[in-house]
């Protein structure tokens, strides 16, 4: 399957099979993720911003990826 990010890894699904969105700053998204999730790219992985939909018009956002339901919902719970 194709994916719309550059840094796509077709891996990245099978082991981070949740993913969830936010327009908050990585730098306190991320650091929020090692404290109450787990490490990168062992609990969680992150795609990035695509600056490509500032110049469409529509605001940025992260993706984000989890190795489990749980941590998903956690961060959406705090993050969406």
Do not use: K
């Not at 949740?18 to 787990?38: H, Q, S």
């Not at 609990?43 to 956002?61: L, S």
């Amino acid at each position: 399957m194709d994916s719309d990010y550059p840094d796509h890894q077709p891996d990245i699904e099978e082991r981070f099979p949740y993913e969830c969105f936010t327009r908050w700053t990585w730098t306190e998204v991320a650091g929020w993720c090692e404290a109450n999730i787990g490490r990168f790219d062992q609990d969680w992985y992150r795609y990035g911003t695509d600056i490509a939909t500032g110049v469409v018009g529509w605001e940025p956002f992260d993706h984000y990826r989890f190795r489990t339901e749980q941590a998903a919902i956690l961060f959406r719970l705090r993050w969406s």
